[in-house]
């Protein structure tokens, strides 16, 4: 019997035939996921194309990588498991003993020593992994495709392991007693040895038009992740991790889509992987979450506005999904007490492993981030490098301070709360412009965007006293010019939307004007005929493109600081300001392709 | 090859230089053989280029100060 209940599933649960013609019986890890039998079917597809399908590395090479994670976590059951897969295939007692000790020291060739070293020290210290562990794998003439079959099979052992750890199940056969030997508690990090530039290995061009599982990850995420694309090499194993994410996350009949997403930020975040927390912040930010909530949860979900329960629920992630070790039935008690029933409890445990697998994935692969992580959790995160650090029932000391972000206005801010009139002055002089040009974008008028600075900068005094820092001056200064344009159009009747349509930006808008540009059109025309041109065109352009483009190419701000000043995803972002950019090339195009006489001519 | 619509899909990303070299090597070989996308990359950069140098949108500074002079003037009259 494991911590939550189980249900019969009837003798025609396909799962069953998928693992007992592998094995010869069902296992109790996945059996103790009947309360929600697609989770079972997603797990059973996935480990049949991990462990089945042949690359470069053998299936019982691939029961050894699982074995040594099992193992190295002091993970009984999923040791048990590995194992005898092992025996089935005609791997000695002797040498599985062996090879928990120490698998360099029963005869393996050297290539699949160091692919084991590098799966063992991806599985226990995954953020110190780094080029130099690739370089070494390449030496043995390990090429990419098998790198990524290491690293995904290294990640499934994790993934069985957190859920062993969450669900507790008895072993199907005797209870094989681990090796002793150091375990680790969590995922941990070894601080000197932090170099990592990815990704280590290429990644062939694969098309959302033709390739599948790129075109659901636009639908469903509004743009290929990175994690993806880093893996076109094995394009089965990304699709099958596709499918796994898909079945996991998209359906909202336990969990809702945005608490899966908040356990995704937070246990990635607990994790100290920067990638997957800048990849769940844009996902929630695209959920309609605001950036500060989401960067407040990377830091400190206590310190949030998530409910009593939520925070419930995120405790009991972080501790399953980083400080195994200390996880026990209590907090599943704990999380019942909260409120949550047992299927909500298995598919946070289900999601927590699948964290778990992509954090450990990124870091073995070097994936790079497609956004910038919330620069006030790269600041706190230098706190939180020990696995004891890491937020989990109490706030810490180190939890409870609120996170200031690098802001070149921050002594100035600081002199304003405090109620320097002069202080607050030079502030509003700096950003005037900023302001202004964020109330043209919105407004889609000059005039009446100076007659609404006035408001902008009083409502600024009024509130500053309750500006806290989690973001910069500037952009909590744009915030509120955004508010009262919203505020100003809405007086007159004037409806205007700026909010995140969720992942459904119109992504078909398609260019008319072909013809070819004269060189240097810039000479064509006076400096102030081209302001005039560009004024015209941006203010033709509709308010939620307008915004993106004059922030980005007139303020040249970055895409993470538009995307938190008007509350949008990244993703959305970049979507607006390629349309916005289109348009406007087309409304430019008559004036200055060849034979077209200047516009005021 | 890659076609004209799959260009258009990672055509934000390159213009703002984001994709990996594998893909940039296929946008690139795209380019080199297609007319329309060739001019479509072209225009769009000089759009972008023409309107990030054209200094739009100033705010005239004896505007700029006259509206900070009268907001400072309400907050100091608010706190005498």
Redesign the interface.
Known sequence: MSFLPEVALGDEFQPFATFCGDLGFFPNLLRAQSLLPRLIKAQTTFEKVVRLNRGGISRVQKERILLCVAVDRGDVYCASLARTALLLHGEPDHRIEGLARDHAGIGLPADEVALLDYCRKLASHALSVNSADIERLRQYGIGGESIIEAAVTTALGIYRCTLSVGLRPEPECERWNLPPGPKISGLEVEHEARSPKG?YV????L???TFAPFATLMTSHGFIP?FF?AQ?LRPDLLAAQAELAAAILLPEDTLTRSQKETILLAVSAANLNSYCVAVHCNLLRGLGLPAEEGDQIAIDHHRSSLSVADKALLDFAIKLGSRFSEFSLDDVDRLRSAGFTDPQILECEVVTALNNFSNVLQAGLGIEPDFDPPLAYERKKTHLTTVSDRPTQQASAASSAVADVEDPDAELTAHARAGN?EA??EL??RH??LV??AL?AILGN?DNA?DA??DV??SA?EHIAGFQSRSKFSTWLVSIARNKAIEYLRKRKNEVSLDESPFGEDQDF??RE????VDN??QAYS?QE??QL??KG?MALPPKYRTV??LR??E?MS?EDIARHLGLSVPTV??R??RG??M??EW??PH?APGVRKANQ | MITCDEFFADFGDYIDNRVSPEVRRELELHLSQCRACYVLYDSTCQTVKIVTDSGSFELPENVSESIIGQVMAKLRAGQS
């Open positions: 990704p290429s990644a062939p061009y098309s959302p038009q990175n694309r076109t009139l607050f002055e509003i002089r005037s412009r202004y040009r043209t000059q100076q600075m006035q900068m009083l005094y398609r260019p072909l013809r070819d540009w059109p810039e400096r081209i302001q560009i004024e941006i483009v004059m190419d007139i040249h895409m970049k979507i300001l390629l950019r289109l406007l090339r430019l195009a200055f």
